[in-house]
C-alpha cells in the first residue's frame, strides 16, 4: 500500500471535513434539512463554527459535495464511452449512467439539494451554472454527432446540450415530486431516445 505523502495537519483536516459532513448528513435524514443548524453539526463533531466554515462556505454546501463529485464522475464516464461511434447510445449511455448516480445517491438527498438550489434567497445556483463539466460534455457528445453527420446543424451543439440539460432536470424534479414512484434510468434513456430521433440529420 502507497504511504500517504499528507502531513499531519493535512490528514487532520481531511478527517475532520469528512465527519463534519457525515454527521451533517445523518442530522439531516433524521431531523430534516430545514431543522438542522450549523451550531448543531459543530457541537455533534466537537469543533467551533470558525472550524465550520473553513471547511464548508455554507449549510447547503455539504449537500453539494456529492454533486461536485458527480463532475468528476462525469469525466470519468465519458472516457469509458470513447469506444462507442454512435452519438445515439453514447448519449443514451451517458444518461442512463446519470440517473443511475442519482437513484444511488438517494431520492431524500436529491430532494432536499434541490430545494436548496431554487430556495427563494439563492441568487445563483451551482446546478444551474453552464461551466459544470456536464454541460460541456453533452455539448461535445452532439458536437461529435454533428461533425460525423449525425445530427442536424441548424441548431448549434451548445443550445441541443442546454435543451437536453433542461429535458433532465425536468424529469428528475418529477421523479422528486412523486417521491420516486417511477424508474428514473428507465425514463431517462426513453428521454434520451426521444431527443436523439428528434435531432438526427435529415440529409
Known sequence: MAKSTMTPRKEQAAKTHQEIFDTAMELFDSKGYENVSVNEICERVGVSTGAFYHHFTAKDQILMEDFLKADDF???LLEELTGIEDYREKLRAFTSATMRFLVDMGLKRTKVTY????????????????????YSIIESLYREGQEKGQVRM?????????????????????WCLANGKFDLVKTGEEMADLLTAGVLTTD
Open 74 to 76: 462525469y469525466g470519468e
Open 115 to 134: 430545494h436548496t438550489q431554487i430556495g427563494p434567497d439563492k441568487k445563483a445556483s451551482y446546478l444551474g451554472n453552464p461551466n459544470r463539466a456536464l
Open 154 to 174: 441548424d441548431l448549434s451543439a451548445e443550445e441541443l446540450a442546454k435543451l437536453t440539460i433542461h429535458c433532465y432536470r425536468g424529469i428528475v424534479y418529477d
